[in-house]
């Protein structure tokens, strides 16, 4: 069965450092999300990706974020500096043409900000 | 107005009993609500979805009852098993746009008794 793909598993950086996220999106899907959840919170939208630009993006999605499909197979968050507060599970996520919201996720990359 | 809350936070049944969740939303353009199951350490997983032209879906043991009125939808576990210990997410989309995102409750974490 077709799955998202997210690496690395656990991401472990310094305060102000730089993280690139990577997920390889279900192949013939074309919206891409990521999400974030803070431990113990819900799973926060953050930002949605469509033919090559971003759709719609949260308040989180600050201009220390950004999003990239670099290649035809890799979708990629990008954190310029990041905070103690950046520390969560963070989780992309696809959806094919015909529905857009049935959307599915990979297991996520825990992300934590020393 | 683009919240979602859900109840209870926590919720404990012994094996073989039902197990209710509920949501309830405020915005009328929500047109998809779909149910995800996250095991620790793993991202959500779809569960099951209802959309508002129907007041009920069943997929096995699994059972959405919304209505529509009240803004309100539930999540039915019929013969609770100990496998269904996990936390459960209701969410709330709209088709229209280019985003498709997904608005999540707070989360409910089921815990069934052997």
């Known amino acids: 069965e077709p799955e998202v793909t997210q690496t690395p598993s656990h991401q472990v950086t310094q305060m102000g450092q730089e993280v690139i996220l990577r997920c390889v999106p279900i192949s013939n899907h074309l919206y891409f999300y990521w999400y974030r959840q803070i431990l113990g919170q819900k799973v926060e939208f953050l930002v949605s990706f469509y033919n090559n630009e971003i759709s719609e993006k949260s308040e989180i999605f600050d201009d220390q974020f950004s999003v990239e499909r670099p290649d035809g197979s890799n979708f990629t968050l990008k954190i310029r500096s990041t905070k103690l507060e950046d520390s969560a599970m963070y989780f992309c996520?696809?959806?094919?043409?015909?529905?857009?919201?049935?959307?599915?996720f990979g297991a996520g990359t825990r992300l934590s900000v020393l | 107005q683009q919240q979602v809350k859900q109840s209870p936070q926590s919720l404990i049944v012994q094996k073989g009993g039902i197990s209710i969740i509920n949501c309830a939303y405020e915005n009328t353009a929500f047109d998809y609500f779909p149910w995800y199951q996250q095991f620790p350490g793993k991202g959500p997983a779809l569960l099951i979805a209802i959309r508002p032209d129907v007041s009920e879906k069943k997929e096995g043991r699994f059972t959405i009852s919304f209505n529509k009125s009240a803004k309100q939808f539930s999540l039915h576990i019929m013969d609770s098993q100990p496998g269904d210990s996990a936390t459960y997410f209701c969410?709330?989309?709209?088709?229209?746009?280019?985003?498709?995102?997904?608005?999540f409750g707070q989360g409910t974490t089921l815990q069934v008794k052997p």
């Open positions: 996520a696809s959806s094919g043409w015909i529905a857009k919201n049935i959307q599915y």
């Open positions: 969410a709330a989309s709209t088709g229209s746009g280019n985003t498709g995102k997904l608005i």
